[in-house]
């Protein structure tokens, strides 16, 4: 904790906490806006890194450091890359055979993916995942569990354009999973470097694609 701040640690980490948990739901907001077309994809890819900064910043102002936020280059383990590849081919073959191809757009791939894939990292991996860490002292599983549970329901946009609730439930699951999936490598490996590549590179391919409807 700051020393500028006169403030019990466990006081000022819930309040931390408290904090990134509003980021969440500011940033599930900007996300189901954009899905219902209310926000346009060039400014969804700029305000979606606020969510992700900020909370790396009040974690950072709590006592934390680049290395509890992941934000550190290290080597991918092999585990990590089981991992990651078991999110690729889980992740694709439950999206791609339910989508259309609908060209190729290099500000898409070039711009829109990459920003996508960072900012939610960002956020998730280096805020949400680091401050359940902080809530769960010793309970590493169970912030792994709740930060991919919100990582799900970030994705709950499609249940206001009148999906029925099974198809929503659905879109949510595989979030989920890669949520668990990417939290656990990260935790593994130390880095968020990994994950955010990984990421970006669905969103290039996912761009190019609209569900099929």
Not at 159 to 187: E, I
Request: proline share 5%; charged share 5%.
């Amino acid at each position: 904790m700051p020393k500028s701040l006169n403030l019990p640690k466990s006081i000022y980490a819930t309040l931390t906490i408290g904090l990134i948990l509003f980021f969440w739901l500011a940033y599930t907001a900007l996300q189901t806006l954009f899905v219902l077309g209310y926000v346009s994809e060039a400014w969804s890819a700029i305000l979606g890194f606020a969510p992700g900064v900020l909370g790396v910043g009040a974690l950072l102002l709590a006592g934390g450091s680049r290395a509890d936020c992941f934000l550190q280059f290290k080597r991918l383990s092999w585990a990590g890359f089981a991992v990651l590849a078991g999110i690729f081919v889980f992740a694709l073959a439950a999206v791609l055979p339910f989508s259309v191809w609908q060209g190729w757009s290099w500000l898409a791939a070039l711009v829109y993916a990459p920003a996508s894939g960072i900012s939610q990292e960002l956020f998730f991996r280096s805020s949400l995942l680091p401050a359940f860490r902080v809530a769960f002292p010793g309970r590493s599983g169970l912030a792994l569990v709740l930060h991919s549970i919100l990582f799900g329901l970030w994705h709950i946009g499609p249940l206001f354009l009148g999906a029925p609730p099974w198809a929503v439930v659905a879109v949510m699951f595989v979030p989920f999973l890669s949520g668990l999936g990417w939290g656990w490598q990260v935790k593994r490996d130390r880095t968020i470097v990994w994950a955010m590549l990984q990421h970006s590179l669905f969103w290039v391919i996912g761009l190019q694609f609209a569900i099929a409807g």
